[in-house]
């Protein structure tokens, strides 16, 4: 059985050995990459001998990070407010509350990633109603995603239905959609409350999660 045996100056050697068992049916031939690859990358075969260099894949979750409103809202009926001024990142605005690793970037109603990637988005609502119509009392929260950077799409939206009673009557719609992020300059998304005929309130409290949003990336795209 041949090697090839690299001699150091030193005395010692470092070898490089063919497998303990003869290839199966034909010799085996593999073509290095033309240059060396970057930290961290490892070797990565076609399935035909060809090697390239290639990251390693992502293990766990490597970024968590959460958005609240921090003040109530007041909509009319059947108008959609998009989540923008006083929703706002919860670490530093909650006591104990962080997040891990980069975090979002948001500019007015519009969130980017830090990186591409696998993303879960979780997205709760606390909307209440004074009494009055008795139709299509409802509460919704649409989340909306863009992959060009230009038309947003609803694709995920909770609902929950809200009683007609004297007084104020709650609901607390909530969604989860897995986005893949595979462009971080196109990829986006946005946050809407909304509630049918009767007028209403987003609720949002200084120091505590009523409505928020909640990044996890979870894997690689």
């Known amino acids: 059985m041949s090697s090839i045996k690299l001699k150091h100056s030193g005395g010692n050697s470092v070898s490089l050995n063919p497998p303990t068992s003869a290839p199966t049916s034909s010799d ?42 921090q003040a109530n809202k007041s909509v009319n009926g059947n108008a959609a407010l998009d989540l923008d001024a006083d929703f706002v990142r919860v670490s530093g605005n909650i006591s104990g509350g962080g997040h891990v690793g980069t975090g979002m970037t948001k500019s007015g109603a519009i969130f980017s990633f830090p990186s591409t990637g696998i993303y879960k988005l979780f997205f709760s609502a606390t909307v209440s109603m004074n009494s009055g119509s008795t139709g299509n009392r409802y509460a919704q929260n649409p989340l ?29 719609p909530v969604t989860e959609f897995v986005f893949d992020v595979t462009d971080t300059s196109l990829c986006k998304c946005k946050f809407q409350v909304q509630s049918g005929e009767s007028n209403y309130t987003i609720f949002g409290q200084s120091g505590r999660l009523d409505t928020f949003v909640t990044f996890t990336r979870i894997g690689d795209t």
Do not use: H
């Open 28 to 69: 085996v031939a593999f073509k290095l990459p033309t240059s060396d690859g970057s930290a961290g990358q490892v070797l990565k075969t076609d399935g035909s001998g060809n090697l390239s260099w290639v990251s390693q894949p992502t293990a766990g979750i490597t970024m968590v990070d959460q958005y609240c409103l």
């Open 144 to 172: 909306l995603i863009t992959t060009d950077n230009s038309n947003y799409t609803l694709r995920a939206m909770g609902l929950d239905g809200v009683d007609a009673i004297s007084g104020e009557s709650f609901g607390n």
